[in-house]
């Protein structure tokens, strides 16, 4: 398999690159650290950028406003993108989970949302777990009730990424508690501004107030707003899911293996046998990482949902997050001590928990790896069959 780039890559990737050089501000050149409220709108507005000059949704379908190129071509922008200060990653979930999902699941209407998704009009939240429903996500115990031509709904969401700055959220809800838990749970668009649902941020150890507590209380949600069909919603957020673990892997981290070498050039340590190994190792797992995107972009371009590999490349990310950044915090010595939320390095190896965590942690990639992957016997569960009312909570 010959993956460097074709004629038609090549040509694309100096178009890019020209374009990028013309509009964004090389990495590094920024030294202002804009709060959390102004990196949103700067995302939306890089994002409406990009669309006006026809990069955004390069491999989405014409249908959806994309430009319906092949997979490769996205990967090359990203490629040339990641030497860049902008980035769109406050759109994850609107870009790389919410948009999948309406195109496989929704309605002509809901589709609607997809264009203003593109040119950064829309931010959308995730609102799938709860305090008591996280790895276990299909225990979750948020009602939603049936009233003539709504569903009202009632519960608790927590760890709501961006819930402050979103006009829509996609919602998990439980429409029959009768049935067992993966079988009574429906999809919803939720309006963000109703006035039953309550924002409560919560500070992560970065300092950041990233994610948030949601409260649902009679939140009153149009019956055309539930994506598939009543006790479809496992099914529909297999498809978020699966997308959301893509995306984090295949994300602008902000730090790179050669800014690595940099921090070990600048501290004079490329002397250094050990540190030599170290730098060695993170680019053999970038090198690594970069081929399982090719092989996860070819998948999605046939049209095949990638699934275990999806699955891998999040957990490899994420090692090769702890792992690198860990050299960094070694390479800095008693300076990786100060932190404030301008110092990238330590803001990174702060952060190695949100990736590991978030989209599913380590422990249960390794489990669905297991099964899906491998073929190894299903965890044993004693709530196979059983109605989600008569589960121990
Ligand atoms: C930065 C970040 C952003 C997030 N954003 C969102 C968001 O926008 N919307 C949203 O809905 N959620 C979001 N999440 C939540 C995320 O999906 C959950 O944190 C994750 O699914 C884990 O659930 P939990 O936190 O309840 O941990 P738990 O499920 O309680 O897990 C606790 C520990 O037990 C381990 N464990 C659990 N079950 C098993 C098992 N079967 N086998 C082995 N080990 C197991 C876990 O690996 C973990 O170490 C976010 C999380 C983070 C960190």
Known sequence: MDISDTPEEAAFRAEARAWLDEHATPRGQSTEEPDLGDHVQRARDWQRTLHEHGWAGLSWPEEFGGRGLPGAFATVFAEEMAGFEETTGSLTVSLGMVAPTLMAHGTPEQQE???????GEELWCQLFSEPGAGSDLATLGTRAERDGDVWVVNGQKVWTSLAQFADYGILLARTDPDLPKHTGI??????????????????????????NETFLTDVRIPAENMVGGVGEGWSVARTTLTSERSSIAGGNSGWSVETLIEEARARGRCDDPVVRQQLAAAHCRAEVL???????????SQGRFPGPEALAMKLGYARHWVASTETAMELLGADATMYDQSEPWQYAFLNQFAIRLGGGTDEVQQNIIGELGLGLPREPSADRGVPWKDLPR
Request: no cysteine; hydrophobic share 45%.
């Open 113 to 119: 949302h997809i264009a203003k998704m593109l040119r």
């Open 186 to 211: 429906s999809y919803f668009i939720v309006d963000m501004n109703d006035p039953g649902i309550e924002i409560r941020p919560l500070v992560q150890m970065t300092g950041q107030a990233h994610f």
């Open 290 to 300: 970069k081929v399982m995107g090719y092989r996860i972009r070819t998948a999605t």
